[in-house]
């Protein structure tokens, strides 16, 4: 599915009718500026070539009632792939960010020859298991922990080093025959709550993710800001390796849970339904390293809001929302309003996952200039 099947405004005219779906041509003529003959001219060819369908009547504020507009979900899928240590994640969705599928594969995936083989085998199952969704494929996203440097090289952490020799965008794209794009897990999880939440296009947010460790991507104008290197959002450098440091890693050492073992996620998850207190002191602990992070974001990008999530599974979120809504007016001036701080809408391996598989749909079908 190339770019050129798109031209730029039928793009903008796709990005805001699923942001703003149930839409009407008046609606989405005020919307993108473009005059109502052309929208009508362009959503005709559109919902010819299938990329929109037609779903009845909504009511206006004025005159009589237009015809809504939405995307058709079925013309095109994306995949997302999630690279950690102890577990690789794969979504599925499609053009309405529905999930088609969600799969994975626990074990120790430090070395990249035999996790690639690993991913390959479950891919070749799940091509003959969804048909049409791989043969309508939009392309595939990769997020994993990682940065960049000059040449687009990439720089994994620690425990995941030895994929530095192997280049996965490359082999999978060759495998799939398709595009794909690797990115940080950071900026990843900002995009795919963009996508996922529909937020507005010109919104402007960002994301504190907590995975391993610590990142962030930034949203602005509802377009990620990625830096010269594409490393912009590494929040974590900010925080000295203490011993309260928001991350999972922290908290398994917390939890006595060092050892990389592909049943460790599990492990926390049964710790949290126990209601181990290690959990709630940690959760108590990390709130001025949180404060220092948002207070850093709010000063530099002053972003409409701080979105956080990651890793950390959905009841420790709670548990840190809880501490941390008592501080928020500490990190407010007199004359502002309140900084909003809100928690993703996916928590987990989904978050980086379903981040990922938003990466082609921004790249090849709802991204224009």
Not at 77 to 98: D, H, P, Y
Not at 300 to 323: A, M, R, V
Not at 347 to 367: Q, R, T, V
Request: hydrophobic letters at 40%; a negative charge; glycine letters at 8%.
């Amino acid at each position: 599915m190339p770019n050129s099947l798109l031209s730029n405004t039928q793009r903008q005219i796709l990005s805001h009718v699923y942001a703003y779906s149930p839409i009407t041509r008046a609606e989405l003529a005020e919307k993108s500026g473009l005059t109502p003959a052309a929208i009508t001219k362009i959503t005709k060819t559109m919902i010819d070539e299938g990329w929109i369908n037609t779903l009845g009547r909504l009511q206006s504020q004025r005159g009589q009632p237009g015809i809504a507009l939405g995307i058709n979900g079925d013309k095109g899928f994306s995949l997302g792939i999630n690279i950690e240590v102890e577990k690789i994640s794969i979504e599925m969705i499609n053009l309405n960010a529905e999930s088609v599928f969600s799969k994975s594969l626990k074990g120790i995936f430090e070395d990249p020859i035999y996790s690639r083989d690993e991913l390959f085998s479950l891919l070749d199952v799940l091509r003959l298991a969804y048909p049409n969704e791989f043969a309508h494929l939009v392309g595939v996203g990769i997020t994993t922990s990682c940065n960049f440097i000059e040449g687009d090289k990439v720089i994994y952490p620690k425990h995941l080093k030895q994929w530095e020799s192997l280049n996965i965008r490359d082999e999978l794209s060759k495998y799939l025959n398709t595009d794909v794009w690797l990115e940080n897990d950071g900026n990843a999880a900002a995009l795919g709550e963009f996508i996922y939440d529909r937020k507005p296009l010109n919104s402007n947010h960002f994301y504190l993710y907590l995975g391993y460790g610590i990142g962030g991507g930034h949203l602005h104008n509802g377009v990620p800001y990625r830096g010269h290197y594409g490393n912009a959002g590494r929040i974590g450098k900010l925080f000295p390796l203490k011993e309260h440091r928001p991350s999972l890693n922290n908290l398994y050492k917390q939890l006595g849970l060092t050892e990389i073992n592909p049943m460790r996620y599990q492990a926390l998850l049964t710790e949290l339904e126990k209601n181990n207190p290690i959990i709630d002191t940690w959760a108590k602990n990390s709130i001025p390293s949180f404060k220092q992070a948002i207070l850093a974001i709010k000063t530099i990008l002053d972003p409409q809001e701080i979105i956080i999530g990651g890793l950390i599974p959905q009841g420790i979120l709670d548990k840190i929302y809880h501490e941390l809504e008592r501080e928020l007016q500490d990190l407010k001036d007199d004359d502002e309003p309140l900084l909003k701080v809100s928690f993703a809408k996916l928590a987990g391996d989904k978050s980086a996952a379903i981040g990922a598989a938003a990466l082609p749909l921004y790249k090849k079908i709802f991204e224009y200039i």
